[in-house]
């Protein structure tokens, strides 16, 4: 048995409990179980980070409804970690004072990298319900599952549609090197090599650059027309205003992050937005379960989803609460129980399947191809 800060925040709550209550033979009530939330609240990635945390909500008042957790209702503890660095930090608080059970995360893999860090070496189970880099499942920990898909699936849909639809073109890639843009354009150039496909120009930035005037200008130097772009919000803005001010815009545009996921994107760019591709988990539907979902985030919080994290978000904290539920809520006994479930694509209420590998990745999560058309995302 591994002794961890977790087994013994165990035992001194077991010996916390009244002598009179074990002298009775009575066991004790059990205590509401904590799960802890670490995203970005507040800063540059707080809009991604809230979406998530409305999914997350979503599931826990589902499960509350349904008679929450060893009889008593789920409590979330919220930690705000503005930063990819206060991340760790963020979950350690969770463990030693909320005493959280498990954490749930975390919107971006900037964060989730030191977040599930943090929680293996607590040995509190972390879940990962949204970000994709495919080396947070790499590192062979052993109390880290993701439930939603990962960076090489949708590089390989990429590749894909690029092999059937676009053969002759001249394709370029442009990324920001966050952990998810460079996660992505790893596993794309991977891929596209392998499908012997090759890419006329690619261009990497910063993450925290906005302006991408001479990157755009070098794009179309190279007479690229078919461009794939891994982005925040804040650079598919940037190139568009970019590629504008050169009179310039690619046949054909794939996104794939954050930024081409978002509606409040489509808005903002209107009409020059439409026709754009995105790769990325699937969207509400306009009718079964996930319209369901959908129709309960707009009454509860007044608006409709902002993209489709919070129903990624939603399908993966329901699946792992429902099955602590099952468990009585023995947290000791989630990870086991969820790597031994097999459930068939359209098991979740978004399409995905269940099928956890020795990795620790959920090979029944995928990505659609999904394109913008007058504000809204459709499946292609």
Request: some cysteine.
């Given at each position: 048995?591994?002794?961890?800060?977790?087994?013994?925040?165990?035992?001194?709550?077991?010996?916390?409990?009244?002598?009179?209550?074990?002298a009775d033979g009575a066991p004790p009530p059990p205590a509401?179980?904590?799960?802890?939330?670490?995203?970005?609240?507040?800063?540059?990635?707080?809009?991604?980070?809230?979406?998530?945390?409305?999914?997350?909500?979503?599931?826990?008042?589902?499960?509350?409804?349904?008679?929450?957790?060893?009889?008593?209702?789920?409590?979330?503890?919220?930690?705000?970690?503005?930063?990819?660095?206060?991340?760790?930090?963020?979950?350690?608080?969770?463990?030693?004072?909320?005493?959280?059970?498990?954490?749930?995360?975390?919107?971006?893999?900037?964060?989730?990298?030191?977040?599930?860090?943090?929680?293996?070496?607590?040995?509190?189970?972390?879940?990962?319900?949204?970000?994709?880099?495919?080396?947070?499942?790499?590192?062979?920990?052993?109390?880290?599952?993701?439930?939603?898909?990962?960076?090489?699936?949708?590089?390989?849909?990429?590749?894909?549609?690029?092999?059937?639809?676009?053969?002759?073109?001249?394709?370029?890639?442009?990324?920001?090197?966050?952990?998810?843009?460079?996660?992505?354009?790893?596993?794309?150039?991977?891929?596209?090599?392998?499908?012997?496909?090759?890419?006329?120009?690619?261009?990497?930035?910063?993450?925290?650059?906005?302006?991408?005037?001479?990157?755009?200008?070098?794009l179309m130097r190279a007479n690229v027309d078919v461009l794939?772009?891994?982005?925040?919000?804040?650079?598919?803005?940037?190139?568009?205003?970019?590629?504008?001010?050169?009179?310039?815009?690619?046949?054909?545009?794939?996104?794939?992050?954050?930024?081409?996921?978002?509606?409040?994107?489509?808005?903002?760019?209107?009409?020059?937005?439409?026709?754009?591709?995105?790769?990325?988990?699937?969207?509400?539907?306009?009718?079964?379960?996930?319209?369901?979902?959908h129709d309960a985030y707009l009454a509860r919080y007044g608006?409709?989803?902002?993209?489709?994290?919070?129903?990624?978000?939603?399908?993966?904290?329901?699946?792992?609460?429902?099955?602590?539920?099952?468990?009585?809520?023995?947290?000791?006994?989630?990870?086991?129980?969820?790597?031994?479930?097999?459930?068939?694509?359209?098991?979740?209420?978004?399409?995905?399947?269940?099928?956890?590998?020795?990795?620790?990745?959920?090979?029944?999560?995928?990505?659609?191809?999904?394109?913008?058309?007058?504000?809204?995302?459709?499946?292609?």
């Amino acid at each position: 048995m591994r002794l961890t800060r977790r087994t013994l925040l165990s035992s001194a709550a077991l010996l916390a409990v009244p002598a009179r209550a074990l002298a009775d033979g009575a066991p004790p009530p059990p205590a509401p179980t904590s799960c802890g939330v670490v995203l970005p609240l507040s800063g540059m990635s707080a809009l991604q980070g809230n979406e998530v945390q409305r999914g997350i909500e979503l599931a826990a008042a589902a499960v509350n409804q349904a008679g929450g957790i060893g009889g008593q209702p789920l409590s979330l503890a919220l930690a705000d970690a503005p930063g990819a660095a206060q991340a760790g930090a963020a979950v350690n608080g969770l463990v030693a004072n909320a005493h959280a059970a498990l954490v749930l995360g975390s919107a971006s893999s900037a964060w989730s990298f030191p977040a599930s860090a943090a929680a293996e070496i607590a040995g509190v189970p972390f879940i990962e319900l949204t970000a994709m880099a495919d080396g947070i499942c790499a590192r062979g920990f052993h109390d880290l599952l993701r439930t939603g898909p990962a960076s090489a699936m949708a590089a390989d849909l990429v590749a894909r549609t690029l092999a059937a639809k676009y053969t002759g073109r001249t394709i370029g890639l442009l990324y920001n090197t966050g952990a998810d843009g460079l996660a992505f354009a790893q596993a794309l150039q991977a891929s596209l090599a392998a499908a012997k496909l090759s890419v006329q120009l690619a261009v990497s930035y910063p993450e925290d650059q906005a302006d991408l005037f001479d990157e755009a200008g070098r794009l179309m130097r190279a007479n690229v027309d078919v461009l794939v772009h891994a982005a925040r919000p804040d650079g598919v803005l940037g190139l568009h205003i970019a590629a504008g001010l050169q009179g310039w815009r690619p046949g054909t545009l794939i996104g794939f992050g954050s930024g081409y996921g978002l509606r409040d994107t489509a808005k903002a760019l209107g009409a020059g937005f439409d026709g754009t591709f995105y790769v990325g988990a699937p969207f509400y539907a306009a009718s079964g379960p996930s319209a369901a979902v959908h129709d309960a985030y707009l009454a509860r919080y007044g608006v409709p989803p902002r993209s489709a994290d919070s129903l990624t978000a939603y399908v993966g904290a329901r699946l792992v609460l429902e099955t602590l539920a099952r468990q009585g809520g023995d947290a000791t006994k989630l990870l086991s129980a969820l790597r031994a479930l097999s459930l068939p694509t359209g098991a979740l209420a978004n399409g995905f399947g269940v099928s956890f590998d020795l990795h620790g990745q959920n090979n029944g999560a995928f990505v659609a191809l999904q394109q913008w058309r007058g504000g809204a995302l459709i499946p292609v």
